[in-house]
């Protein structure tokens, strides 16, 4: 792997220690070139209660990895885990900064009834 993937996975794997002592579920990101994902991983770690990315066939072709993309699948997430009885969750940016893509989704996310 590249130097810049490992620092990033190693800020990554920092963030989810702290995480993990708070024990509630995490609302993970992973952003690709193309795509942007988003789960709700339970406080264990062990289980999905929740998913939504732009490679989803109702939102394939309509958005791309892009803020306007990121926003939708941080409403999307937001519903889903508000169906699901999740609304407290530690937001897990997978050593990404907070900022673009990233932040789109967050907002997107709180303004949808999620708390972080």
Do not use: W
């Not at 309509?62 to 990121?70: E, I, L, P, T, Y």
């Not at 999307?76 to 897990?92: C, P």
Request: charged share 30%.
């Amino acid at each position: 792997m590249s130097k810049k993937n490992d620092a990033r996975l190693r800020r990554a794997r920092r963030g989810r220690m702290h995480i993990l002592e708070l024990e509630t579920p995490r609302l993970c990101v992973y952003r690709s070139p193309q795509h942007i994902y988003a789960q709700i991983i339970s406080a264990a770690g062990n289980e999905i209660q929740a998913s939504a990315s732009t490679v989803e066939k109702d939102l394939r072709g309509q958005f791309r990895s892009n803020q306007a993309g990121a926003a939708e699948i941080g409403r999307l997430i937001a519903e889903r885990a508000k169906a699901k009885g999740i609304e407290k969750v530690a937001f897990d940016r997978s050593g990404y900064k907070y900022h673009g893509r990233v932040k789109a989704l967050a907002d997107a996310a709180r303004e949808g009834g999620l708390q972080f």
